[in-house]
């Protein structure tokens, strides 16, 4: 048991670094005017898998969240769920044009309040 809660607080920790650093890329991304969809998908390479992105462009300002749950529903009480995630907010590029939404919105993961993509693409674990 002791073994098995070491190994999740292990999972949990590298899965909030993973999810910093996949807010990271995509904030940079967004602010030098990528499209969404090339955002997605370089904070999909980031992120553990299942991971959901949040991106919003307001004001000159780029906010990305990645958020995603770590934990087994197959130990069930065993090993706890968490949900970890990051939030970065970065100012947009001047100079550049401001990348169009994409013309279809991704679908809702219900990880927050508003709309999200899930960040897909990687299939191993925390």
Known sequence: MVFLLAVWMLAVMF???RCADAARIGARLAARGESD????AAVAQAAPAHAALRLTRHDG???????????STVLG?????????????????PDLPVAAPDPAPAAATGA??????????RSDGP
């Open 15 to 17: 899965g909030q670094g």
């Open 37 to 40: 969809s090339v955002v997605a």
């Open 61 to 71: 300002l780029v906010d990305v969240q990645v958020s995603v749950v770590i934990g």
């Open 77 to 93: 009480q065993l090993i706890p769920r968490r949900a970890v995630s990051a939030h970065v907010v970065a100012p947009a590029e």
């Open 112 to 121: 927050g309040a508003g709309a999200g993509a899930e960040v897909s693409g």
